[in-house]
């Protein structure tokens, strides 16, 4: 009986009542809401001898007051949901406007993921790479250990088992996480699979991910989260944000995935996964590594404009894929992911309206600006701001300042997703036909090329610059060099993750189509000469149709590119000298531009493989 939610018929008796039992789901009535009962809420569930003698252990070293065993129960969602509402760390929505919706405020300097106190505790500094923040282990341990010993003095441990991945699927991996954060906990629920699903998976093997989260006292200088690859193990402290601390997402599903990929023969990556479904009923899949707050969840959800009637785009996932190579030579991919983690901001039904829809129930807002009645509001939503708004810190609002936070963020479940794919689950995953890198470049980069073949593609990738956004703390708009979008993800030396990259292809023998797009490229003027969003599927489906033989394309310098007339401009009002500009090649920005990328080549110099460098000579002497 442990670990299973017991189901009692009306009429029937409950003779024993285990401790922890929610009893105040039992409304007084005789016609008690039997599905909302949950008789081992928070006991044990589960003997695995390595998940307890850890769990154990970790809270010798933590203290908590009380271990609450997550189940991934109804009962549970609904008694923790109460619980942070009475903390005061959600505050619910309007029922009617926002159904099961509600508001999380972070602590102000804790809004954005921190990539100056993130670190890769490889043994050797030559494994995390020149790009990596690096300490050695036993240091970082002995120094995470002493801020969590009795962390959790008077808190509750909450064990999350979790999985990322469809059950079944080879390349799913099982996580487990420790933390003292109701508002993790609920988070995790909604981003992945998470309860017994989990258990099952990992059988009797011990290989599941240990990750520990103590919020402590959210200060920027008691604040780290530490990877340790080789001990398949995350420390996050001094954090309750999203990327820090949602450990299956970035720390496991990129950081530790890359470093596991890479011994094992997959790939983690920073990709979005969507399937372009032409008017026959054909489907293509395409994944794309744009960094973070450059356009994935936008991209996942396009709807096509009217012109493309027939078309259809469905998401797989909006930010990270796992991909495989399947015994018929072609790439597979698998979305990790339960849930979407998404830029609020300039969301809104004309940009991204399966975004809104996804957000309408069951949603965990963080940092939106809201009213004392429970609506919410942000900067480029569709309603003008409504009466008594508070900004994001909870402060009444005045016009001119901002809002929302920038890097605000939803947490919904991707079942809301109208356009959700139905192979999402396929423990196999989909076949991959081309691969998109984008970055978010005002100048020098065309709206769109093809690299020549497979390696040309990885150098594309590995040059890959854009302009910083709000995603993370640091400068805003300046451009960095953030190869494949995972800069701040790759879990070991990034001269190796290329080599990785260009070894995967000798397992591939029908490998992706390897793409470039840029949609912010900018005027003189300073206004974006491509309409983006749902309009990008004028160039998405050029891009389905080269990696399915059905287009030209005209050489150049940087690769294969469209001949403009291939880019199907019907029903678009639209100029179009503006689409020339936005595919122009200017010689004199791409010397810069090549120079630019020798920043990242020189930090890399002794890891970087031969064939990026020959790639950069043959671009110089194209240019
Ligand atoms: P992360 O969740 O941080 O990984 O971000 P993401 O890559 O999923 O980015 P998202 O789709 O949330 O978009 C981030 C920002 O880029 C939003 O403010 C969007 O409005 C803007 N954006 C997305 N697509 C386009 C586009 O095609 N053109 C323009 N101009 N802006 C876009
Ligand atoms: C990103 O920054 O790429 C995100 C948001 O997807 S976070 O989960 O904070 O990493
Ligand atoms: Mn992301």
């Known amino acids: 009986m442990e670990g299973a939610t017991v189901r009692v018929s009306p009429g029937q008796t409950i003779r024993k009542v285990v401790a922890g039992t929610m009893i105040n789901a039992y409304d007084g009535r005789l016609n008690l809401n039997i599905d909302r009962i949950d008789l081992m809420l928070g006991k044990k569930n589960t003997d695995h001898p390595a998940i307890s003698a850890w769990v154990e252990k970790t809270a010798e070293l933590c203290q908590p007051d009380q271990v609450f065993w997550c189940s991934g129960s109804e009962a549970e969602k609904q008694s923790l949901t109460d619980l942070a509402v009475r903390q005061g760390t959600l505050s619910p929505l309007d029922r009617k406007k926002w159904p099961g919706c509600y508001l999380h405020r972070s602590n102000p300097n804790d809004v954005a993921r921190v990539e100056e106190l993130t670190f890769i505790c490889t043994a050797s500094q030559e494994e995390a790479g020149p790009t990596n923040h690096w300490a050695p282990p036993a240091e970082m341990y002995d120094k995470l250990h002493r801020l969590a010993h009795g962390a959790m003095k008077g808190r509750t441990m909450y064990v999350v088992p979790y999985l990322m991945g469809p059950p079944g699927s080879p390349l799913t991996k099982v996580g487990i996480e420790l933390t003292d954060s109701v508002y993790v906990v609920l988070s995790m629920r909604v981003m992945a699979r998470v309860g017994a699903v989990a258990y099952e998976h990992l059988g009797q093997r011990n290989d599941f991910n240990r990750g520990l989260h103590c919020m402590l006292d959210i200060h920027p200088e008691r604040r780290f989260i530490a990877h340790f690859p080789q001990d398949n193990a995350i420390i996050s402290v001094g954090s309750n944000y999203g990327g820090n601390v949602l450990l299956g997402k970035k720390c496991l599903a990129l ?369």
């Not at 023969?265 to 994944?287: C, F, N, R, S």
């Not at 503006?578 to 120079?595: G, M, Q, S, T």
Request: hydrophobic letters at 40%.
């Open 255 to 623: 950081r530790i995935g890359s470093y596991l990929g890479r011994r094992e023969g997959w790939m983690a990556e920073h990709m979005l996964i969507l399937g372009v479904e032409d008017p026959q009923g054909e489907k293509t899949y395409i994944a794309a590594a744009f960094p973070s707050a450059c356009g994935k969840t936008n991209f996942a959800m396009l709807i096509p404009p009217k012109h493309f009637e027939g078309w259809k785009v469905w998401t797989v996932g909006d930010d990270i894929a796992w991909m495989k190579p399947g015994a018929d030579g072609r790439l597979f991919a698998i979305n990790p992911e339960a849930g979407y983690f998404g830029v609020v901001p300039g969301t809104n039904f004309r940009s991204n309206p399966n975004a809104m829809l996804s957000m309408q129930k069951d949603t965990i807002f963080t940092n939106v600006a809201a009213t004392a009645g429970g609506d919410i509001w942000w900067e480029g939503k569709d309603e003008e701001p409504p009466e008594g708004l508070l900004d994001w810190q909870g402060r009444p609002w005045t016009k001119g300042e901002k809002a929302a936070h920038p890097n605000s963020r939803f947490c919904a479940p991707m079942t809301n997703n109208p356009a959700l794919d139905r192979e999402t689950d396929n423990p196999n995953g989909v076949p991959i036909s081309g691969i998109i890198f984008g970055g978010r470049r005002a100048t020098t980069m065309p709206l769109a090329f093809q690299a020549f073949n497979w390696i040309h593609g990885v150098y594309v990738g590995a040059t890959m610059g854009s302009e910083m956004t709000a995603a993370a703390v640091g400068t805003v708009g300046q451009v960095r060099r953030d190869p494949m979008a995972m800069l701040p993800f790759c879990g070991y030396n990034l001269g190796d993750y290329f080599g990785h990259w260009l070894k995967m292809r000798k397992n591939l023998q029908k490998p992706p189509k390897i793409f470039q797009v840029n949609w912010f490229r900018k005027s003189a003027s300073g206004e974006f000469l491509w309409p983006g969003f749902g309009e990008n599927m004028r160039i998405l489906k050029w891009i389905v149709d080269r990696c399915r033989g059905r287009v030209g394309a005209d050489e150049t310098p940087l690769g294969w590119m469209p001949d403009p007339s291939d880019i199907d401009l019907g029903g678009l009002d639209y100029e179009k000298s503006k689409l020339a500009e936005a595919f122009k090649i200017d010689v004199e920005d791409w010397k810069k531009e090549v120079l630019a990328q020798d920043e990242l080549f020189i930090k890399l110099h002794s890891d970087l493989p031969m064939e990026l460098h020959f790639q950069r000579e043959l671009l110089i002497s194209r240019l």
